[in-house]
């Protein structure tokens, strides 16, 4: 064990302990395992010619369309899902299928949502991720297509009481919701106040059991302790994922950031890079850093032209 597993290791048996002192006694849940990946033959990743017109993208990013070579990267080095936003053109279906088809800009429209989910119902997206208001209207317009929605909780703040996301949270999964992406109380983790931030955790996995819930640290608002200290709290809620940022936090992920958090809570989670990841040399460095799964933008332009504020 080197210098930095043993600082781990370290500050996790006193996050573990300081919550055993304060009477909170957090039971271990073991996380659902992420699947592993099939391996892809070149006919099944083969290109598909692009579709779109050349002022309804911002530039070639993270598009499995136009950068084929990144997502079949990304898909060989074991990513479980691929982020991509609207008007990524068309895929093949199996690339598909590892798709988070995600809209969660707060302006998003009613005609918008839809393209969304047909886009999804096209190409077989492994989920569709909206806000939770728009989760009922989603489930609708997905009806019979077998594609999931995902819901974010306490997005893109945190800042909620854990009834509140609790709350939120079963209303999301009453609404239709699959998977839930939480957000942490940052302010409560600087505060030090650990068992507010493994309750507030905790309270939307057990309202969400047993959808899955991943919780997101927003690693460019904490220093390293702050993230190992997130990282084992989310693990001793029973969380099934930590993930590093939510998109609109002013930061994204680093395969430093990655690694340290695969440490802490090892190979019983997953660990989901998110923000930030444009290139094929980017996820590379995530995928070796310990992610198993990618959150990565397109940088694609919406319906009026304007480029996403997808979180991905």
């Not at 391996?39 to 598909?48: C, E, F, G, K, V």
């Not at 779109?52 to 990513?79: F, H, K, Q, T």
């Not at 077989?124 to 929605?149: I, W, Y």
């Amino acid at each position: 064990m080197n210098a930095d597993d043993a600082l781990v290791e370290l500050i996790a048996q006193q996050v573990r302990a300081r919550l055993m002192a304060g009477g909170q006694g957090p039971g271990h849940t073991r996380a659902q395992a992420p699947a592993s990946l099939e391996t892809h033959s070149p006919q099944a990743l083969r290109q598909i010619p692009c579709t779109e017109e050349p002022d309804a993208c911002s530039g070639c990013g993270m598009c499995a369309v136009r950068r084929p070579e990144d997502a079949r990267a990304i898909a060989r080095a074991g990513a479980g899902r691929i982020g991509a936003g609207l008007h990524t053109g068309k895929v093949d279906h199996d690339l598909a299928a590892k798709i988070d088809h995600t809209l969660l800009k707060p302006e998003a429209s009613r005609d918008e949502l839809f393209a969304l989910a047909e886009e999804a119902r096209q190409h077989r997206f492994a989920t569709v991720c909206v806000n939770s208001a728009n989760v009922r209207l989603m489930t609708q317009f997905l009806s019979g297509s077998g594609v999931p929605v995902c819901a974010v909780v306490g997005f893109p703040l945190g800042a909620m009481t854990p009834n509140a996301k609790a709350f939120e949270t079963r209303e999301a999964i009453r609404c239709g919701a699959k998977e839930i992406d939480m957000v942490i109380n940052i302010g409560a983790l600087k505060s030090n106040e650990l068992a507010l931030v493994h309750d507030d955790i905790k309270a939307v996995v057990d309202a969400a059991r047993p959808v899955p819930v991943k919780v997101i640290l927003e690693t460019s608002k904490l220093t390293d302790e702050e993230k190992v200290i997130a990282s084992a709290l989310s693990k001793a809620a029973g969380a099934a994922f930590v993930k590093t940022s939510t998109g609109f936090g002013g930061g994204g992920a680093t395969a430093e950031d990655v690694a340290l958090m695969r440490r802490v809570v090892g190979s019983e989670m997953g660990v989901k890079a998110s923000g930030g990841v444009r290139s094929t040399e980017d996820a590379a460095r995530m995928v070796a850093a310990g992610a198993n799964r990618i959150g990565a933008s397109a940088s694609v332009a919406i319906v009026t032209g304007k480029k996403s504020n997808s979180a991905y």
